[in-house]
């Protein structure tokens, strides 16, 4: 998985006391409408979130909470999109102006769905500090492929979860997909805490990982769905930084362990409540306004538009919608239309971004963060975590405040070049003698500043963009097989990483990992579209107009 949000993801393997970071991402699709006004509606997964503190948090949400009065507080301004049309010419589109005060918000609907992304984080940390003391508990202590299996089988659930969470939320809505996501994840949980077998344990892990891999759809796209496009950015970070807050809840919760060993269960239990209150907040919350429109259910989106942007805006949001469908009526996009000419563009960003993403070195450094921190001294396995955890969500407040400002495509650059300078330093660290003597301290250095890098953009960023550049009719399936790409990916990189370490010494790792971040920044340069600052149908207009 933030994702998307950037996806961070904290794992270990086998025996190891490592983390990876893991991103998650998600978003869904939406497919395509009726005519006149039974139309349908593009759909989006917002950022992978935003990770930060709860602290930083209040601050975020608040700056987030003003932007929204400032933009819906004043009569909205025309805005004249450049709309192609199915000749290939472009024609100018001037939406609706809105006049008056909004009374809605979207704000407490974003932090709903993001109990979804904190439970991701957390069930993918909650194992590292858990695993030696329920390997104790369930005498698997000299068992590392059993303890393998508890730790990885979260991961092949996410995979199965991140490939049904787009159709759940295509046929039932986003708002019910949540409720029934709640259900693994509690029951997950539940297992886990009472497990008294090793065959009880994995069966919860996996529950929790198709739940995890559900949310790393749903969040994102809800939260892009129902967000307004001047902040858009800024609250699909949000994800991001609650998957991240889920880790270091992970990470704290565990802290009890050295004085009461069997307090792992109690690690487990305390998920259900969130799960017990994302069901009954969703149950509670205006489905997507794009979802009601894509269906035909028109009463209710105008319904839901009311109560997420105030009735001021009915009319304008509604026009847009109208706009983008108008003369549309392709049927719902099958797998192999994937690959047709029309969309294999943008879906072959989709999934290269997050090959780059896995292939960048991220689970690397963490993994190894550890004893990179020993050789400078810092004993605490805690601390480094800490350390790393702390890097990482202040990454991504940065990049949430800069998102909407500097936009998608130029963090992506600038995050990936930082991090092929990080793994430089870190190669160079590990090699050159000259540099013995500060090479704790360089590792360290080159550490903090790849995770920071990693925060800024490569995390956030692809679970954002994603289901901004994907079409209403291929957005579901299409975020789908990106997820699929980065679940797969991070599950090979964790079964053979560190035999092409023992093969290759961890330098020359590094030096690789460096060169696919360069290659990254060129693909980025020659084929990301920016995205900031335009509605999802004027994107779709552009990239994937209709024929």
Known sequence: MQASTFTVKGIIGFGLQNRRILQGSGDLKRNTLLASRSLRMPE??????????SASMGIELGRARKTVQSVFGSSAKARSHRVRASGGDIEDATPLKVQGQS????????????????????????VNGALEYLAKDLGIVENTVIQGWIVSSV??????????????????????????????????????????????????????????????AIVPLYISEISPTEIRGTLGTVNQLFICIGILVALV?????????LW?????????????????????????????????????AETSIKRLYGKERVAEVMGDLEASAQGSSEPDAGWLDLFSSRYWKVVSIGAALFLFQ??????????????????????????????????????????????????RKSLLLVSFTGMAASMMLLSLSFTWKILTPYSGTLAVLGTVLYVLSF?????????????????????????????????????????????????????????????????????????????????????????????
Not at 103 to 126: D, E, K, Q
Not at 372 to 387: E, Q, Y
């Open 44 to 53: 989006r997964g917002s950022c992978f979130g935003v990770n930060m503190d």
């Open 103 to 126: 009374s809605g918000s979207v704000l407490p609907y974003v932090g709903v769905a993001c109990l979804g992304a904190i439970l991701f984080g957390y069930h993918l940390g909650v």
């Open 155 to 216: 991961l092949a659930g996410a995979t199965v979860g991140s490939f049904t969470g787009g159709a759940l939320a295509d046929k039932f809505g986003r708002t019910k997909t949540f409720v029934l996501d709640a259900i693994p994840l509690a029951v997950g949980a539940f297992l886990c805490t009472t497990a008294q077998s090793v065959q009880a344990m994995i069966i919860g892990r996996l529950l929790t990982g198709i739940g995890i891999g559900i949310s790393s």
């Open 253 to 261: 919760a565990g802290l009890p362990l050295s004085g009461n060993p």
């Open 264 to 300: 792992w269960r109690t690690m487990f239990g305390i998920a259900l409540i969130p799960s017990v209150l994302l069901a009954l907040g969703m149950a509670f919350s205006p489905e997507s306004p794009r979802w009601l429109f894509q269906q035909g259910r028109i009463s209710e």
């Open 358 to 407: 896995q292939f960048a070195g991220i689970n690397a450094v963490v993994y190894y963060s550890t004893a990179v921190f020993r050789s400078a001294g810092i004993s605490s396995d805690v601390a480094a975590s800490a350390l790393v955890g702390a890097a990482n969500v202040f990454g991504t407040m940065v990049a949430s405040s800069l998102m909407d400002k500097q936009g």
């Open 455 to 547: 925060s800024l953009g490569a995390g956030p960023v692809p679970a954002l963009l994603l289901p901004e550049i994907f079409a209403s009719r291929i957005r579901a399936k299409a975020v789908a097989l990106s997820l699929g790409m980065h679940w797969i990916s991070n599950f090979f990189i964790g079964l053979y990483f560190l035999s092409i370490v023992t093969k290759f010494g961890i330098s020359t790792v590094y030096l690789g990992f460096a060169s696919v971040c360069l290659l990254a920044v060129m693909y980025i340069a020659g084929n990301v579209v920016e995205t900031k600052g335009r509605s999802l149908e004027d994107i779709e207009r552009e990239l994937s107009p209709a024929i």
